[in-house]
């Protein structure tokens, strides 16, 4: 394997860490670098709305591995850093801090982020999505003091916290806009299936609900308001209405 190339890779979630690892245990010696806006190693997203959250895996067990691992195998991680534009003539990266970081190979591994409710009252402390590690130790603060919490979204993000959240004895509600939970990923018969499940164990799950705006005090979020005229009394509302991938950084720069 050629050994002469400056590898970067811009994403450090899991298909950034498991491609710097993947190149390494293929032999290949040359320079490795992850650069990631996060401020955290690679790690896994499916723990962080189970185990994570729920205090059963502290952050170690979240990490795609080990940060001595990437000391051992020479790769370096540039965190807490964002990239603004790839300059291709010059191979280059231009960060939003204005350095620049040369390449000879690219990987571009930037996923996706949360989809942003963009209604009224969405600037409320106490709303919050589910993507990154510093999402859920700040849903983590809130549900300590929280005893109403609404889930925006039936999907498995929004229906795995509901379960979090009811076993944490606070009073749940789910909302979902289509007529059945899992609407676009399970049949009818699992979505009954689930639907049953979390009934039974005290989710308030009502179907064919958009959540038009959000109420508050002035600082923080007291209410969900529904298209349906339901008002929800919410002290921390969790938004699960799906993901946007993160392209622009390549269709900036040119790549289709």
């Known amino acids: 394997m050629e050994t ?19 190149l390494r245990q ?4 040359g320079s490795v670098t992850i650069v990631t806006e996060e401020n955290y190693i690679p790690s896994q997203r499916p723990p962080l709305s189970k185990q994570y959250l729920s205090g059963e895996f502290d952050v170690n067990k979240v ?39 040369p390449y000879e190979k690219l990987l571009i591994a930037t996923g996706a982020r949360a989809r942003v409710l963009d209604v009224a009252g969405s600037e409320l402390s106490g709303i919050h999505s589910l993507r990154t590690i510093k999402d859920v130790d700040a849903i983590r603060a809130d549900m300590a003091t929280a005893t109403n919490v609404t889930i925006i979204g039936g999907g498995y993000i929004g229906l795995e916290v509901a379960a979090i959240a009811i076993e944490a004895g606070k009073q749940v509600t789910v909302l979902e806009m289509e007529d059945r939970i899992l609407e676009r990923v399970a049949t009818p018969e699992m979505s009954q299936f689930y639907y049953e499940l979390h009934r039974g164990k005290g989710v308030n799950i009502v179907t064919n609900c958009t959540a038009n705006s959000f109420q508050g005090d002035g600082r923080n979020v007291t209410g969900v308001n529904c298209s349906n005229g339901l008002q929800v009394p919410s002290d921390l509302v969790i938004v699960g209405v799906g993901v946007v ?9 040119g790549i289709e």
């Open 26 to 29: 293929e032999g290949y010696e």
């Open 63 to 101: 990490y795609l591995r080990p940060e001595k691992f990437y000391e051992t195998k020479e790769i370096e991680i540039r965190m807490g850093l964002t990239v603004d534009q790839i300059d291709r003539e010059n191979r280059e990266l231009i960060c939003a801090d204005k350095t620049t970081i």
């Open 245 to 253: 991938p993160n392209t622009e950084i390549a269709e900036s720069a």
């Open 4 to 22: 002469t190339l400056a590898i970067v890779i811009v994403g450090g979630g899991h298909a950034g860490g498991q491609a710097a690892a993947s």
